[in-house]
């Protein structure tokens, strides 16, 4: 069965950077998309982009494009999407899913406080 | 960038009512809409995909509809376990854009 197991919750000072895992089993890794969305307050989403996990291709919400870095692992069939230069507006809980948005990760709580 | 516009944001109904939730869209999208529940504390689950077809193992209560830029998700009668969170998503083009949610809860 699909699965998308990511990393557990990070708690990290304003400035720094985090990088969140989201490690695929269940289905061929290379042959879906890997979407990350932004999910604050337990209510409003964002999607923040997307890796092809095949040739690594990019795609960003604008919005995102100097916040987030996607990369993948294919040995490890592991997506990762680094968030950088942290501040309060980037606590949230974030998620990856699968294209199509079918399958999700269960999703990991970031908190930034000094 | 496609806005979409979810009414109501929050929806009181009682068990074994019709309920509905509309999603607009601000351009055309043909059927590229998603639909989802989430209750609190869990990831998101895909109940109707594509505007209209049902995800496997989801129940049969839910059904989406579609005409033009207005889709809509019904439950057509509303069961305790229904009470979650529920969300549209377009996946027309990017940057791919949700729904403010609609919160619903038992009258």
């Known amino acids: 069965q699909v699965n998308l197991l990511q990393s557990g919750a990070a708690l990290v000072k304003p400035g720094a950077s985090v990088k969140l895992s989201c490690k695929a089993s269940?289905?061929?890794?290379?042959?879906?998309?890997i979407h990350w969305v932004k999910q604050s307050h337990g209510k409003s989403l964002e999607w923040i982009g997307y890796i092809n996990p095949n040739s690594g291709y990019t795609n960003y919400n604008e919005k995102f494009k100097s916040k987030a870095t996607l990369t993948v692992d294919k040995s490890t069939n592991t997506a990762y999407m680094e968030l950088s230069r942290l501040t309060s507006e980037d606590s949230a809980t974030y998620y990856c899913t699968r294209r199509h948005f079918d399958y999700w990760g269960q999703g990991v709580m970031v908190t930034v406080s000094s | 960038d496609i806005q979409v516009t979810q009414s109501p944001s929050s929806l009181l109904a009682s068990l074994g009512e019709r309920v509905t939730i509309t999603c607009q869209t601000s351009q055309s999208i043909s059927n590229n809409l998603n639909w989802y529940q989430q209750k609190p504390g869990q990831a998101p689950m895909l109940l109707i995909y594509y505007a209209t077809s049902l995800q496997t193992g989801m129940p049969s209560r839910f059904s989406g509809q579609y005409s033009g830029r207005s889709f809509t998700l019904t439950i057509t009668s509303l069961e305790p376990e229904d009470i979650a969170n529920y969300f549209c998503?377009?996946?027309?083009?990017?940057?791919?854009?949700f729904g403010s949610g609609t919160k619903l809860e038992i009258k």
């Open positions: 269940g289905y061929t890794f290379t042959d879906y998309y």
């Open positions: 998503l377009q996946h027309y083009s990017a940057p791919f854009t």
